[in-house]
């Protein structure tokens, strides 16, 4: 049997790290294996994809090295590799009219009404919230009858009422085992004929001939609609594999409001492909022999996808730094100059107006510039006490604004630039600044340290280490949010 695997990202927004991770997984798994590394785009939402963030996974996907044997901008016999693109082909409705010929689908007609007030209704029940299956009983000709006459419907998988799923995945102590009471009679194909993710995932890996699906254990809950949806269909399942996700330090989940998530931004940030791919492989794996750096050559002759570790992989940013010096270190001259030109040139557009009226000598804009590029400051501590506040009272207006600006840059349609940080601080502060009524002489002591001038002049010094900078706003939108809200940190540390 020829190896094929997939990974299949929605271009929903930036390319995030854990498709990288997965991408990584299935691309060694392939290549170890002689198979081909397949890249298909599930775009199916359309009221959130867009063209740039599908443009945006191919590039990713190239700096890393991970070059897809078939995918949507290389081509391949079993295209096309873009969801949007095959439900034009009608793909996905012959499979559902399928399904609903076998009995093992049926037509709904709920409004979004009817669904809401049953939300409402189990909740205020205490019980699960699921499709109470109405429709389920409809004589099909019934059902065809109102489809024909215009009526909306969409179309429901007829899950079992009874007995249990049985699962035994490879890198799993225990088979996964769910009650078919317990799921839903998942919704397959929508009003409008899109497909949901469910059925267009199982007839795509079906077509595209995918052995192995190789993701993350999130997919687990969703395990024994797509075995089933391939049975019914007559197919042969692809073995399923699930790998832990990535976590951040506390165990959650990771996300950006505590760790980078934009694949992009490590790019952006200089490091290198090599280094975060060897980060990569080792929260999940480990080389046979102990080392802590190897290539992606390497990793595909050692890799063995039973010795996957599960246990939440904890994505550390240290230790990604850490791999990304040895592999700095170890570049040749000519390619180390070319990084740090790279590095320099890559903001040097941006930067050049804050500094160009302050600059007598080229070399001017190495010591001005270095707050923009280096991995941290050290303000002195005296400089971050404004006058009129003590260290204490600097020490919790800078918790404050951090806290805030974390919370601001974690936001699902956040940007990070000077007119949008100018209006959100100047707002911050306005609210701030003004008391509730009721609010104690503590908390109205705390609403007058909220001032502009005392408030500016702790992010500036906070953020670049100096008193004096380019514009305020400028400076924090080029620092970026993760060095600032890190340096905000800092700076409280030195408040002791």
Known sequence: MSVRVRIAPSPTGDPHVGTAYIGLLNYCFAKHHGGQFVLRIEDTDQTRCTEASAQAIYASMKWLGLNYDEGPDVGGARGPYIQSERVKLGLYRKYAD???????????????????????????????????????????????????????????????????????DRLRKQPVVKGWKEIDDQVLLKSDGWPTYHLAAVVDDHLMAITHVIRAEEWLNSLPKHIWLNEKLGFTPPEYVHVGLLRNADKSKISKRKNPTNLMWYKAQGFMPEALLNFLALLGHSHPDGKEKFGLEEMIAFFDLDRINVAGPVFDLAKLRHLQ?????????????????????????????????????????????????????????????????????????????????????????????????????????????????????????????WQPKTLFMLLRVASTGKKESPPLFDTLAQIGALRVVERLGMAQQKLR
């Open 98 to 168: 399928q399904l609903v010929a076998q009995g093992d689908a049926y037509y709904c007609f709920c409004t979004a009404r009817e669904l809401d007030g049953m939300k409402a209704r189990q909740r205020a029940a205490n019980e699960p919230i699921m499709y109470d299956r109405r429709h389920r009983g409809l004589p099909p000709a019934e059902a065809q009858a109102r489809a024909a006459a215009g009526e909306p419907y969409v179309v429901r998988m007829k899950a079992p009422l009874e007995g249990e799923f049985v699962y035994r």
């Open 325 to 449: 010096g040895q592999w700095f270190r170890e570049l040749p001259p000519e390619r180390m100059r070319a990084e740090v030109h790279r590095a320099v040139d890559a903001r040097f557009d941006a930067l050049l107006p804050l500094f160009k009226e302050r600059m007598a000598f080229g070399g001017d804009f190495v010591w001005q510039a270095e707050p923009f590029y280096a991995d941290s400051v050290s303000p002195h501590a005296d400089d971050l006490v404004p006058k009129g506040l003590d260290k204490a009272q600097a020490k919790w207006l800078l918790e404050q604004v951090q806290q805030a600006l974390k919370a601001y840059a974690a936001g699902e349609n956040a940007v990070w630039d000077a007119p949008s940080l100018e209006a959100f601080i100047r707002t911050l502060i306005t609210e701030r600044s003004q008391p509730a009524a009721d609010a104690t002489p503590d908390q109205q002591a705390q609403a007058k340290l």
